[in-house]
């Protein structure tokens, strides 16, 4: 008989288990790392988000979008602007700010979507390219975005947990959508198109939905980013922002959320550990994601997915496995 | 007579944009990826003419056919060993080499030549022509004789000969190629050498229009060839050099008329729109997919 943990006990492991990761990471913060160290967290945590999003759409969905990066700027000038503008105390305006960008990105998701979705492959990345980079262009054009000056003077309220909190239920929302019903319809999208419209799945809703999704997590993240730095600058949302993430979506493998994860956060942080080579930095890690690609082309991860409760039930059961081969060979013995 | 100086202006970028799109277009044609490298390959382009000429004096001529040369060995490497490995595999994995390539050969350029802008010295010392109140150089006129002269030579290339038969069939179908008797390998690399060797000629071009270079001046010039490229009908050569008068025309327009901050939203838009319409570009062949 295998062993099985309850749906109700793998929420609790799960739960304990982000509780124990805050406060490790709290209490690294307090006492191991510097204060540099502490606030590279936050970014990390940030680019979490944008890879695991993006992962959604390039993954799962296996379209190819390279317009990421729009909808972050959409995301950070929509909640940065909502807490300039708005007289509530910022413990309220912020995530109302960070909520409504996400919205906002995501209303900008569907309608960049419809049309762009009809197109396939690279036709596809091209004509995302060509909205993110309109978007950055009306955004360097218009007034109250700050226009090639910048959006400066905004609060910065990103800390550490406020981060956290929106890895956790970016990644909590995303693993639940892959896991239903729709999130199978997603896949089978990825995997044939034609064979999935033919069972039934209407797949220009699922192909909006996907994107609409990654674009609305891609928003938040922009609020993040915003209220991280305190200043907005259109030009960092070019096409080059894009690459990176979809980088890391493809450097983790396409389809598995830990690789994002795991990709994410050593793409942020290698060019900081490589910071005592100053010059060579960006050089090395170009050469490094050749070599990645040439020779594991499916990414560091595959489409593996970690699961903390199904490892301890594959633990579990080897260990039963084990005592019941013993018992058996005992028992063999005996007769 | 402002309208026809803008119109000329076009025509001028819009040459050098349809040559290097044409490098974006042959390569999408044979291995169906978009070459993110190319725009760099015109930027090492631009720096070994300077360094040739600047730093160790030499003749524009030879230092324009070891700019070509260089080009052309390279690109050519770049596709034995970062591209080929990866023919077999998934096509975002090589879409991202092809990024990862860009991205070394941009700090490589950084580290070697520093991120300064360095001057890219006159070639052609003709005078230039009065047309009306304004002046038009001859760069500009040379620029587009070039890069039609490059055309032509290029049409015929792939139209009337034995290697240009058998780029057309590689693209066709890799493998019925390949039955045929046609070494697909040496055509491949033929083909990214010819792409870097027009993308060294349209890097000397458009350095000396806007006289100077530096270690970045490829991504944004390789961005609007790639989309001269996929307006035209990506794997479509005269695409290619449609696609590229239509965005050298509309940004030179424009910039003259309405704003010139707003020009590369009105590229992008253009796309937008013709891909819309007509999503495989103006001159592009549909392909029905089989189940």
Known sequence: MEFRFKTRTKYLINTVAVLALYFFLMFLQGDVLTRYQSKMLIPVGIYIILAVSLNLAAGFLGQLPLGHAGFMSVGAYTAALFTKNVALPIAVSFP?????????AAIFGILIGLPALRLRGDYLAIITLGFSE???????????????????????????????????????VLHMLIKSRHGRAIIAIRENEIAAEATGIPTTYYKTLGF?????????????????????????????????????VVLGGMGSMIGSVIAATGLTLLPELLRGFDNYRMVIYSLLLVVVMVFKPSGLMGTYDFSLSRSIESIINSRRRKAAKKEGVSHDSHT | ????????????????????????????????????????????????????MMKWGAPPWISILFAIAFCTVLGMTIEKVAYKPLRKSPRISLLITAIGVSLFLENLAQLVFTANPQRFPTIVTLPSIQLGSRQLSATTIMTIVVSVFFMVVLSFLVNKTKMGKAMRAASEDEATAQLMGINVNHTISFTFAIGSALAAVGAILYCSAYTQLS??????????????????????????MIGGLVIGLAESLTKGYISSQLADGVVFGI???????KPTGLMGRSMNEKV
Request: aromatic share 12%; proline share 1%.
């Open chain 2, 215 to 240: 270690p970045l001046m490829g991504v944004m010039l390789g961005l609007k060839a790639f989309v001269a490229a996929v307006l035209g009908g990506i794997g479509s050569i005269p695409g290619a």
């Open chain 1, 134 to 172: 309109i978007i950055r262009v009306i955004i360097l054009n218009l007034d109250f975005t700050g226009g090639a000056f910048g959006l400066r003077g905004i609060t910065r309220a990103t800390d550490f947990t406020s981060v956290f909190i929106c890895v956790v239920i970016t990644i909590a």
């Open chain 2, 1 to 52: 007579m402002t309208f026809l100086y803008q119109v000329i202006n076009g025509l001028q970028v819009g040459s050098i944009y349809a040559l290097v799109a044409l490098g974006y277009s042959m390569v999408y044609g044979i291995v169906n990826l978009i070459n993110f490298a190319h725009g760099d390959i015109i930027m090492v382009g631009a720096y070994c003419a300077w360094l040739a």
């Open chain 1, 212 to 248: 609409t999704v990654s674009a609305f997590f891609a928003g938040i993240a922009g609020g993040l980013y915003a209220h991280y730095l305190g200043i907005l600058d259109a030009g960092t949302f070019g096409f080059m922002k894009s690459i990176e993430i979809l980088v890391m």
């Open chain 2, 271 to 277: 796309l937008i729109v013709v891909l819309l319409i």
């Open chain 1, 96 to 104: 109302l700010g960070l909520l409504l960008g996400g919205i906002v």
